[in-house]
């Protein structure tokens, strides 16, 4: 099992050990045994005798409920508070800290594991998840602003479309991230529902009034986060709505991620034979056969991380369909899944953004070529000519291989001499132009027909809509 999840559950046998002592339940003395002991596993800590990674052996395939780490944790808890009292040779004895009368006194698996997957799943969401999320917003902030005024072709259907600067192609890669950390903050308020309190069944059955309250208190002071007791103890011990809704956040996040990784390494593809508009980092040799060849690994370790964190939510979305009465059976492994969901994000996403966002450098010179090579820059014509005289322009210079104002500038020419196709529409305009340039006294028609380009398709206007 994840040592997070362990490490959670020691925490709940300690608050309830406190709580045991206030109420004059459970001795002093095992009580501060049982707390230190749960104590050193949270931090981390061990002894000579003690390390106590090698004490939590369990596979995350085992019943439903948890009761073998639940009970792998009061076993290992009780052991470690006998050996505090007693020392090494009372170890084994159950005696004077007994596994289920002292560490797991008013708790039942069926209540405590799930306060477990939730106190952990926060954890590792605040800490780790979040965290990493909000580095990689911040970096693309800072590129979105960086490329704020470098005008690119846009692409839609892998094809060729209109401009757009790629501080705006940024930019959506930002608010994508910024969506998704607001979508994983959304689904925290029904993680801090806390399940103690309801035993085996929901009914909270030996335990006493205000217990389940005083312990989510006492969660809520120990980790610092806003825990409370779940209001209705049946759905928080049957089924795992939360877990399912959070996994589906970080679902959603693993797409957006995907995408962007996606777009990152399929704009630096190349550098000669491909797109070639940006430049990423050299973390590490391409090839081992290739000298000189820079591979987009960031990009591909994120896929990949996205590919498994979309495995996982379909785990935890089957296992959100297994409560059967009064209790789900799959709680191991939906934890175990939504945890490393949330820690693959959160390394994923610091390493993306220091390894690879940060050190993106644009390639103007391709950037350009690729703008000003495009025929969909005759968008912006539409408006000018109408729709049917654009497209004759644009089909024209992709079948004759030239530049979009060299077909612009022949067509012209074509149909101010009433020829060519759609003449009957293209001629009114072309003569309109000709009337005009006369009218200044040029003769130079193919002079006047390129400056009217210029003057007609300007990129850098073409990335916002147009004052009213």
């Avoid at 925290?188 to 009914?203: E, Q």
């Amino acid at each position: 099992m994840p040592m997070a999840l362990i490490k959670a559950m020691c925490l709940i046998k300690k608050c309830c050990a406190m709580y045991h002592l206030l109420t004059k339940e459970m001795p002093e003395d095992v009580c501060n045994a049982i707390a230190q002991a749960a104590d050193e596993v949270i931090n981390d800590g061990h002894t000579e005798i003690y390390n106590y990674q090698h004490h939590f052996p369990l596979v995350v395939f085992q019943t439903g409920s948890g009761t073998q780490t639940n009970m792998n944790v009061n076993e290992v808890l009780s052991n470690r508070a006998i050996q505090l009292l007693k020392g090494n040779d009372a170890v084994g004895s159950k005696s004077p800290v007994h596994p289920n009368d002292h560490v797991n006194k008013g708790q039942s698996s069926n209540d405590s594991f799930p306060t477990a997957m939730h106190i952990c799943a926060v954890e590792t969401l605040t800490k780790t998840t979040l965290p990493g999320l909000k580095l990689l917003q911040s970096a693309l902030e800072q590129k979105m602003k960086e490329f704020d005024q470098i005008v690119k072709i846009g692409r839609t259907h892998c094809q060729d479309a209109t401009p757009l600067t790629l501080g705006q192609e940024f930019g959506g890669y930002h608010q994508q991230v910024t969506y998704a950390i607001a979508r994983i903050e959304a689904t925290l308020p029904s993680l801090y529902r806390l399940a103690l309190g309801g035993t085996a069944v929901g009914t909270g059955l030996n335990t006493k009034v205000g217990y389940a309250e005083t312990i989510a208190t006492a969660i809520a002071h120990e980790t610092g986060l806003p825990f409370i007791t779940a209001p209705n103890k049946f759905e928080a011990l049957a089924a795992h709505d939360s877990l399912v809704e959070v996994s589906g956040a970080l679902n959603t996040t693993a797409c957006s991620l995907n995408k962007i990784a996606n777009d990152i390494r399929l704009l630096a593809s190349g550098p000669r034979c491909g797109l070639g508009e940006l430049s990423l980092p050299a973390n590490e040799p391409g090839s081992s056969i290739m000298p000189g060849k820079v591979n987009p690994t960031q990009c591909e370790a994120m896929t990949m991380v996205c590919a498994q964190v979309m495995g996982n939510h379909v785990t935890i979305t089957i296992g959100g369909t297994q409560g059967h009465f009064e209790l789900n059976v799959f709680k191991p492994v939906m934890i175990a899944n939504l945890l490393q969901s949330a820690v693959l994000i959160g390394n994923a996403c610091t390493s993306f953004a220091e390894r690879c966002v940060q050190g993106i450098t644009p390639n103007l010179a391709n950037i350009d070529k690729l703008l000003h090579g495009s025929l969909m820059l005759v968008t912006a014509l539409n408006p000018h000519i109408g729709y049917d005289q654009a497209s004759v322009i644009a089909k024209f210079a992709h079948a004759q291989n030239l530049s979009l104002k060299q077909a612009f500038c022949a067509k012209f020419q074509e149909w101010a001499n009433g020829a060519g196709d759609n003449a009957h529409l293209g001629h009114a305009k072309a003569q309109e132009l000709v009337q005009q340039a006369t009218a200044k006294g040029l003769t130079d028609m193919a002079q006047v027909f390129a400056d009217q380009f210029d003057a007609w398709i300007i990129p850098e206007n073409m990335v916002g809509p147009t004052a009213p």
